[in-house]
Structures are given as C-alpha cells and as structure tokens.
C-alpha cells in the first residue's frame, strides 16, 4: 500500500474508533457553593466519571485551611456521586475536597473569603480538571495528532539509509 | 489502571519516578547494547502509537470498566524497548486526557511498564529454549499478554491499598480496589487471546518483528 493510502486508512480507523468509546475512565469533580448566607454555607460536591457515570460511594476528605494532614470531615458520595457539607463561615481560607473511588478521583478546592464586603461567601476556585471538558473532535483531533506524531517518528527511523 | 493526581502521597509519587528512571536507565543500557538500536524505533514507536489509542477502548465488567492495556504485547514484541514506549503513550495520556497523571507518572509508568519488562524477557527466554512451533508461540503470547497485565492489577492494588491517606476508611477503599483487580481478570484473558494471536501472526508473516526470535 502507498504511503498516502496508509494514512487514509489510519485516519478512517480512528475516526470510526473513537467516537464510540469516549473516555471512561478519568474523573470530573466539580463543587457549586448553595447557599451564600452570611451564617451559613453549603458546599455540594458533584463527582462523575468522564463517561458520566456518577462515583456512587466515593471517598470524600475535607481538608479545612491551613490543615493539610488532618481530616475536617470525611464521608462518602452518594449514588448521585454527591456530597454536602458545611464549612464554618468563621474559617475563611481554602478548603480542600478530596475524592477517590477505586484508585480514581480528584480534588477540588473551595475559597471562603475572610475580611471586607465578601465575608463569608464562598467561591470554588480550582476544579480537578478543568481541561478535561473537550469536546469529541478535540479529543480525536489530539489523539490523531499524537498517533501521527508516532508514525511519522517510525517512518523518519524505517527510512532507507543512503 | 492509571492512577491520576492527588491520589497518592508524595513519597509514593517520588519513588514511582525513582523507580521508573531506573527502569528507564536499565532498559536504555540494555538497548544500546544492541547491534543496531534505531531498528527497533519504527516498530517501538508504532506500537507506542497502539498503547496510547488502546485505553480508549473499554471493556465493561461490572462493577468497573477497564481499558486494554497491553503493556504484555509491548513487552512480547518491543523487549527492552516496552518500558520506553509505555513511558512516551502514559506521558501523552496524561497531558492530553488527563488519563493518569503527571505526579503519577512514575507509579504508572511502573506499575505497567516493569510487567512489560517481565514478559519481554520471559518470551525472549522462551524464544531461545523452546522449539519455535506455532502451539508453543501461541502459549507464550497468551502467557505474556495475561501475566503483564495480573501483575499490572497486583501492582496497582499494592500501591493503593498499602498508600491509604489516613483519612479514608481502609476497608472501604480496599473493598472498592479488590473489586477492580478482580474485574481485571477477564481483560487479562482477553488479553492474553489478543497478544497470542498477535504472536501467531507475526511469527507466519515476520518472525523478525518479534523479540528474541531473530535468527
């Protein structure tokens, strides 16, 4: 087969492969702030898989600000891949969510401002992976790339000496 | 089987990068040795293209999903240079997808790669003691594809299991690991099918391609 005939069909083979299987196997966890009142705060953590499945009884560790090695609470999602929980709104710093289900999982962080007009509130400041929300064809466009990258490193190494 | 960031403490992640440069070294020596390295590189580079694409491809075993790895048909067909290959396509799955992690790329790299490292050698052995005959390079293939990848679930299990921050409750997260090794046992059957029909393949139209099998 023609060099140019090789490609067209490694091309066509991805583009029928790929679409269909999608990645299942990295973790989204994404946390919105509820309720914003002064005296009280509820952090909702929402983890899924990439394939959208939920990470029904994760492992969620809170780590409060400035206390990296001990737990403020830990807990479990539910079947939703959900928990809440409610930081203390005279803790102001970043607090730290943790979840892992079957050596999966990420962390996000949320910020609870301390002083000036903004006290109290909450913002989520770091999201485990904020990239991760690509769409299809920017995943086959960036896996094509890679796949071309490799075979075209094999055909600058297969080439005839001389 | 990639384990992504924030899972691990940091020790573990530093000890995964020492033992994946030393495997890095020890491979690198190991190729240099040999009469002409840059024939190896289309094929290791090839095949480092079919690693990084096959995670994408997910087998279903309830409770879990689980990807192909492949890391036994690396080891079966590259030898020496699987460790490298499998090190450029979980770099590239990191970065891009997010699939793994780049603090965790020594563990991974490890936990996949030194399997590799086992079964290249093992069939390489096997290829120089046994008579070359199509039942025994079938057996060797299944052999190599299916240990690789029970000893990648073992390694995998092991460094989750035994990391446990002492946050997480251990016996619900060993319940949880203990059920991914175990689904693990049919993608190693499948891939032991696979590579040994990759084998078989390669020794009718290409025995060259395969490690050790030159003549």
Known sequence: MTLRGTTWVILAALAVLVPRVGLAHGADVAARVTRQVAVELAVVVEATYHSGRPMAGAQVTVLAPGAPDEPWLVGQCDAEGRFEFAPPVD??????????????????????????????????????????????????????????????????????RG | MHIPDGILPGGVCAAGYLAAGAA?????????????????????????????????????????SVHLVLNGLLGVVLGPFAFLAILVGLFFQAVLFQHGGLTTLGVNATIMGVPALVVGALFGLG?????????????????????????????????????????????????????????????????????????????????????????
Not at chain 2, 31 to 53: E, G, I, N
């Open chain 2, 127 to 215: 290829a120089r003691l046994w008579v070359r005959s199509s039942r025994w390079a079938a057996v060797f293939g299944f052999v190599g594809g299916s240990l690789a990848t029970v000893l990648s679930a073992l390694g995998f299990a092991v460094v989750l299991v035994t990391t446990v921050p002492a946050a997480l409750d251990p016996s619900l997260r060993s319940t949880g690991v203990t059920a991914l090794t175990i689904a693990h046992l049919p993608l190693a059957a499948v891939e032991g099918v696979f590579t040994a029909m990759v084998v078989l393949f390669l020794r009718k139209v290409q025995p060259d391609l395969l490690h050790g099998w030159r003549r």
């Open chain 2, 24 to 64: 890095t070294a020890l491979s690198l020596a190991v190729v240099r040795r040999q009469a002409d390295p840059h024939q190896v590189v289309p094929k290791a580079s090839t095949l480092t293209a079919v690693f990084f694409v096959a995670s994408w491809i997910h087998v279903p075993i309830p409770p879990a």
């Open chain 1, 91 to 160: 803790r102001p710093g970043t607090w730290e969510v943790l979840v892992a289900h079957q050596g999966h999982g990420g962390r996000v962080s949320v910020e609870i401002a301390g002083e000036g007009e903004d006290a109290g509130s909450a913002v989520v400041t770091a999201e485990a992976s904020s990239t991760a929300h690509l769409s299809v064809l920017q995943r086959v466009v960036m896996g094509a790339c890679v796949v071309w990258g490799l075979i075209g490193t094999a055909l600058f190494f297969s080439r005839r």
